[in-house]
C-alpha cells in the first residue's frame, strides 16, 4: 500500500531546513540523493475521507513519487523522506510514505509540523537577524527538549 503524504509548510531556504534537522538528532540528510524509499507504486487508497493529507492533493503529482533533490532517513524505518521541488515553483516539500514510515509522522509530527515549527522559527530569526531588528537570539531549550522526548 502506499500512503504519500507531504508537509503542508514551503521550503524555501535549504539551509535552514539542515539546520532545523540539528533538533532531530536521529535525521540524516543526503544531499543530493534522487529518489527516496517508499511503496514503489502508487495506489490511490486513502479513500475519501483522507484524500485531503494526500500529497496528490497537495500539489505532488503522483508520477514524481519516489524522485527528489535530496533525502532524509530515520534509523530503523522502512521508507525516507524526499524533499522534492514544488511545482508552483516556490520551493520544495518533504513527502513520505506514512504506511511503513509511521516512524516519521511520530518523530517530526503528522504533516511535519514539529519539524516546519522548528524550521519556520529558524527562518524568522535568520530574517530577523539579517535586518537588524534583533542582535542576539535566546530560546527555550527545556521546552523543546520536553517536546522531542514525547515525539
Not at 30 to 45: I, L, M, V
Not at 98 to 116: C, F, P
Not at 126 to 131: D, G, H, K, R, V
Request: proline share 2%; hydrophobic share 35%; aromatic share 12%.
Amino acid at each position: 500500500m502506499s500512503h504519500v503524504t507531504s508537509s503542508l509548510a514551503v521550503i524555501t531556504d535549504l539551509d535552514v531546513l539542515k539546520r532545523a534537522l540539528t533538533k532531530f538528532p536521529k535525521l540524516k540528510w543526503h544531499e543530493g540523493q534522487k529518489t527516496y524509499a517508499w511503496y514503489n507504486r502508487f495506489q490511490d487508497d486513502w479513500g475519501k475521507q483522507n484524500e485531503h493529507k494526500t500529497a496528490r492533493a497537495r500539489g505532488i503529482d503522483p508520477s514524481q513519487y519516489g524522485k527528489c533533490e535530496s533525502a532524509i532517513s530515520l534509523p530503523g524505518c522502512a521508507y525516507e523522506i524526499g524533499v522534492t521541488k514544488r511545482e508552483d515553483g516556490q520551493g520544495w516539500s518533504l513527502v513520505w510514505d506514512v504506511w511503513r514510515g509511521q516512524a516519521i509522522s511520530e518523530y517530526i509530527g503528522e504533516d511535519a509540523q514539529l519539524l516546519m515549527c522548528e524550521y519556520s522559527r529558524l527562518y524568522c530569526e535568520q530574517y530577523a537577524l539579517s535586518a537588524g531588528f534583533i542582535s542576539s537570539t535566546t530560546e527555550d531549550e527545556e521546552y523543546f527538549r520536553v517536546e522531542m522526548e514525547r515525539a
